[in-house]
Structures are given as structure tokens and as C-alpha cells.
């Protein structure tokens, strides 16, 4: 081939490739033309559900478009999960991933999807602490007193959570690998039971959320030990990081949003930067703290990289406890 048709191939196969391109930026410079779904992996009413309507609301104002959220919560969340990483690629339908479905990976063995490979990251929202409560009666009153009263009972200690494999549940056990203690778990149908339960007395203790027992343990319903965060939590300043007594403990709930694979980068680079813009926005901020929620800006790249270090954190843990899917 002579330099002259080298260079006119070339030429031809450059304008090609721009051309191919051209309908893939125009598509995401037109996003969004129709409303967006986002699917909360959890029932109504949840903290997962609240934290994915403020975010929704929020983007439907920065879109001009609406943005729907659905409750898909069966199955662990398995089926919100899988619809999403099913969908079309086109930004329209968007997943409301959280600390359960990196948890899930590892806890159910035969997915039809795969959470890192399948989805693409967004962006986060939002981290929750945990609390370690114990019911008033509870003879310890701090975690180097329950770790010392566990040793000299092992497997008298019920340990409720809203089921296997649930956060509340991965606390436990995570706590239990590292304090080198026997606790009981106790799986419950739901988180709802369970603070019922550990409000009657029926149970020892358990790890919840801090939007589910500040208000307990403030009215001195509940008696807490220790935030599974690394550092105090504003809400509770008094309240001590469960690792300043055992080294290396922390684990935080956590939200974020996540897209099917080979969603255009247009259109993730646009959905990420609107969220950064809530998340940096004074009035909704506020309102996720109002949960005990911190916000969490950043890339999708570094959203990315925090679920593939989350699945691996949790697997070791499942793996370690032997836990399975009931």
C-alpha cells in the first residue's frame, strides 16, 4: 500500500470510528429524556428506602427528570440486584446498592449475577454507624466487660439480629472473629423483632444501626457499649469505637448507587457528579445526618474500588464463621 492510500485508510477509518461514536454522545448529552428508576434492594420504610428516596428526590430536581424509586426486597435483595444488572445499559435503570448486597456475594453461592463484574460503581452516599447495645439488666457495661463475661460464658450470650447474613448479624460475627469470643446468634425475621425482642429483655445484645436505637439508647431503654465505627460518631460523642478495645474492628452500613454494566461513562460521569452536588448540598447533608448517616463524596472509581474491598472483607468473614443462606 503506497503512503498516499496508507494515509487516506487511515484518514477514512478515523472518521469511522468518530461516526460509530457520534450516536453514543449524543445519547448521553440527551440523558435523561424519560424517567430514571432507581431500585432500593429493601422493603418501604427502611433506612436503605429513605436514604434512596432523598438521593431520588434530589436527582429528580438536578435531571429535570423524575426519578422513580422501586422496593424490590425479596430474597435478600437478590432479585433487586439481578434486575438491575439485567437491565438495559442506558442509565435508566440504577441500583441502590448497599453493605448487604456486597455481603451477599459471598453468602449466596449460586447468583445469576456478580456485583463487581455485572454493575458498574456511581457513586456513594452515605456511611451508617452500627451501635453494640445490650439490654439494661445486662451485667456489662462496656466492651472490655463484655468481652471478659463472654469468655467465662461462652455461648450464653444470645446475640439478636434481623437475620442471617443481615449487617447487624456480620457485626456480630466480625466482633466475635476478633474479640476471640462465643456469642449465640439469634436470627430473627426481620430487624423489627429483634429490637422488640431486645427491648423485652428476651435477648442479651445485638449490633443495630444507629437511626434504629439512638432514640433507645438515649431514653435509656437500651445501654450501648460501643459504635462499630473507627472514630466517635457526632450523635453519640461519648460513645467509644468498639476498636479502641479490639484492634482493627470496624464496619459501617453503607449506601451508594450502582449502574448495569457498560453503562455509557457520559452518563455515569453526569449521574456522579449530581450526586456529589447533593451530597456537598447543606440541606440535604442535613437530613442524612438527621438518620446517623455521614455522607461520602467521591469518583466512581473510588466507589469501585470500596465494593470490591467490601465483598472481600465480608467474604473472609463468612468464610471464617462458616456462614450460610438460610
Known sequence: MKLSQRRQFLHLAAGAAALSALPRI???QAYPNRPVHLI????AGGP????GRIIAQWLTERLGQSVVVENRGTAGGNVATESVARATPDGYTLLSSTVTTAINQTLYEKLNFNFITDLMPVGNLV???GTLVVKPSFPAKSV???IAYAKANPGKIDQASGGTGSIAHMWGELFKLMAGVNMTHVPYRGGGPALSDLL?????LSFLPMPVSIEHIKSGRLRALGVTTAKPVAALPDLPPIGDFVRGYEGDGWQGVSAPKGTPAAIVDRLNLEINAGLADTKVRTRFEELGANVIPGTAAQFGKFCA????KWARVIKSAGIKAE
Open 48 to 51: 436503605a428506602d429513605i436514604v
Open 127 to 129: 456511611s451508617t454507624p
Open 144 to 146: 472490655p466487660e463484655l
Open 26 to 28: 449524543a445519547r448521553a
Open 200 to 204: 423485652a429483655g428476651v435477648v442479651d
Open 40 to 43: 432500593v434492594p429493601a422493603p
Open 309 to 312: 474491598d467490601e465483598v472481600a
